[in-house]
């Protein structure tokens, strides 16, 4: 079985799965970049070689092979791609296609009954709703959007993006979470909705309450400036370490030696990677509900703490609780460590991903009975918290 993955670009998020599935079926596996990566993301530490990864083509230096490859492998799985002419030629084909989204609704569901906007969901999803296609969502707010339009119907599945996963010995774990001040952690953009000045409020909490602790930002951005001179304007300077764009190393050695991670990202992130790099690390979560990956990831009061409707309130009283109780609560990062270690990772993820393709392939649907390639349920978001709190992400 041939297969071959379609994105705008590979990164570090997307490497691991696509080493697993090269390591399984080698040659037969391909992934065709159709762009090359922007600068700022270069500038963050995600620039590869991409000439020093086997399976990667690259459509822009030879179309005409790219297209050959596509149109010619069993399983092509389209993620996004930005060139549409490419996915229509496949999806026309009625050959296997698998399809991977971020919502698309990321700005309100309202979105959902724009005349034009519908006209344009139709051609790029609708109609292929009866087809042999299947939609992988990236974020578990993705089925929702889906579901308003009327796409993949009962064809939506559990996906992500898979990060390196790091293994740990039990002398490992135990000596990277050193006692001493909490060490907190926020890794990001500073963007408006990825929210770093709930970080600052949250240290003017912690340090009026006599708390010891630490906060480590890493990342940069519009709001940089800004953020350090909140942190200037509190006198709290000694408490917080910026270490501005970081690579993937870099920030998963810092967050190996911190106790908490801050996950503040409001309904614009899709998914938020650095959850999966934090919860692997070893982190007790403290995690939005509106992020894509939050509700995937995490069991509330279980391998983490998840907050609703962004409020910066909720949020703080779940880091008071940890200061509070922090030998009864600090079981939470073991949990999120053995949740990426042994079902949400890349290795887990291509080994569902060949069996479902495979079953695909002979007309049939199915789904794993949990995590990746499992049942994505279609919650709105307004009732995504309280589904949550029932169970009902599992």
Known sequence: MTITFVSNYINHHQIPFSNAIYEKIGDDYCFVQTMPMEEERIAMGWGLDVKKIPYVRCLYEDEYECRKIIAESDVVLLGWTEREDI???????????????????KEGQWKAVSPRGLVAKYKAHIRYRNKNVCMLCAGA???SDFHLIGAYPGKMLKWGYFPETRIYSDETFA????????????????INWKHPEYVVKLAQCLDKK????NIHMLGSGELEQEIKHKVEQTGLSD??????????????????????????SDYLEGWGAVLNEGMNSGCVEVASVQAGATTYLIEHGVNGLVFPNGSYKEMEKLVLDL????????HMGRAAYNTIVTE??????????????????EGRIVPASSGPMSPAPAVAQRNMYKAMMKGRMK
């Open 175 to 190: 000596a990277m979470k050193k006692d001493g001040p909490l060490q907190l952690i926020w890794v990001g953009r500073f």
């Open 87 to 105: 996915e229509d030629e496949r999806l026309r084909s009625g050959k296997v296609t698998i399809r991977s989204s971020e919502r698309i609704y």
């Open 141 to 143: 707010y993705t089925a």
């Open 323 to 330: 200061f509070d109780h922090w030998e009864e609560r600090k």
């Open 344 to 361: 949400w990772n890349a290795e887990h993820a291509a080994k569902e991903f060949l069996r479902f393709a495979s079953c695909l392939s």
């Open 239 to 264: 408490k917080f370490i910026f270490y501005g764009y970081s690579g993937p190393s870099k920030v998963r050695a810092v967050m190996e030696k911190c106790h908490i991670h801050l996950f503040t």
């Open 210 to 213: 006599g708390f010891a602790f």
